[in-house]
């Protein structure tokens, strides 16, 4: 069974650092993997989407990188800002399945 | 293009009653998935339906059922409702059902159950 574990569960940065959300998957058959964003109360984002032949995708401030190998992803924000405050979550696609299994998020909080 | 509509977007419901939720995808995809998010459980995969047909079944019970119409809607229907079903539940669409398929998501329905 797949399960995917994101850590930190909470993280508050002050406006203007960098930042490092994780994201680790059990197993490594994986298709894809797909980084979302979720506001309160709202619906999922599509931020990055990396193909398993793929080790890193970049979008603005963005930047995924996967590590199929050992069953990691990570998601780089640049100089974040206030705006950026939500859950994010990752999610990844097994090889011959067609659903999506999502990591417990993590929660970001970016003070102005 | 529009994105993924959902209706209603907020739902209030007793023990016991059934409720039917949903799901509009964008124009030209054909597949409609439901997932479950919970505080306790997260995300969780429901049902994907692709040309009417249900392609894929996640773990709930029997009391969770959906169906797809023609033009690619989809409706998702949960019967003698409990405390526990109270949750968002979202859809997202794709193109087909090919893995590379990019699955995108509307803003979701949130169901409370009293």
């Known amino acids: 069974k797949q399960e995917v574990t994101q850590i930190p569960a909470a993280l508050s940065v002050p406006e203007g650092e960098n930042l490092v959300l994780n994201c680790s998957f059990t197993?490594?058959?994986?298709?894809?993997l797909q980084w979302f964003r979720q506001d309160p109360g709202k619906g999922l984002t599509s931020l990055l989407l990396?193909?398993?032949?793929?080790r890193e995708q970049t979008s603005g401030r963005l930047n995924a990188s996967l590590d199929k190998s050992s069953g990691r992803s990570t998601l780089y924000i640049a100089a974040s800002q206030p705006g950026d405050s939500a859950t994010y979550l990752c999610?990844?696609?097994?090889?011959?399945?067609?659903?999506?299994?999502f990591g417990t998020g993590t929660r970001l909080t970016v003070i102005p | 293009k529009a994105g993924v509509t959902q209706t209603p977007r907020y739902l209030i419901k007793t023990r016991g009653q059934q409720v039917t939720l949903s799901c509009s995808p964008i124009?030209?995809?054909?597949?409609v998935s439901w997932y479950q998010q919970t505080p306790g459980q997260g995300l969780q995969f429901l049902f994907e339906?692709?040309?009417?047909?249900?392609?894929n079944k996640g773990n709930f019970p029997g009391r969770f059922s959906g169906r797809q119409f023609s033009n690619s809607r989809s409706e998702m229907n949960v019967s003698t409702l409990e405390l526990g079903d109270s949750a968002l539940y979202l859809c997202?669409?794709?193109?087909?059902?090919?893995?590379?398929?990019?699955?995108?998501f509307g803003p979701g329905t949130r169901l409370t159950v009293l």
């Open positions: 997202a669409s794709r193109t087909g059902t090919h893995s590379y398929n990019e699955q995108f």
């Open positions: 339906y692709f040309s009417e047909t249900q392609r």
């Open positions: 990396i193909q398993s032949s793929q």
């Open positions: 197993d490594s058959a994986i298709y894809n």
């Open positions: 124009s030209g995809h054909r597949s």
């Open positions: 999610a990844v696609q097994k090889t011959g399945a067609n659903n999506l299994f």
